[in-house]
């Protein structure tokens, strides 16, 4: 399976947001990433994550088709996200506005590629 890109929520996104494009898609699972520090503690940022993976499971499990939502380590993955994307040429202006779409493919090609092992 190969991680693609498909929108970016504004962090301020109601679960409802996301709920509509799962159902949209039809995905069958959900994943988000989990901010910890590098030493692997959480901090708020990490329970503001946890809290909105709880509200959306919440949600989604009132579908007829159950769907999961999963927690998956984001450490680095705008530091990479970001070299990857300089590496390519896109700078500036131009990679800020895609820098957290590119981190969120990371997240979830490493997630599956977890799951496939």
Do not use: C, F
Request: hydrophobic content about 50%; proline content about 5%.
């Amino acid at each position: 399976m190969l991680a693609t890109p498909l929108v970016t929520l504004p962090r301020a996104a109601s679960v409802t947001a996301l709920a509509r494009l799962v159902d949209e898609h039809a995905a069958v699972e959900v994943v988000v990433g989990l901010p910890r520090s590098l030493s692997g503690r959480s901090g708020p940022a990490a329970e503001i994550a946890v809290a909105y993976a709880d509200e959306l499971r919440a949600v989604l499990a009132d579908r007829p088709r159950p769907v999961a939502v999963h927690l998956a380590d984001e450490r680095l993955t705008t530091v990479i996200a970001s070299r990857n994307l300089t590496d390519r040429g896109v700078r500036g202006k131009r990679q800020r506005s895609v820098v957290d779409q590119a981190a969120a493919v990371l997240i979830l090609q490493s997630w599956l590629d977890r799951e496939a092992r």
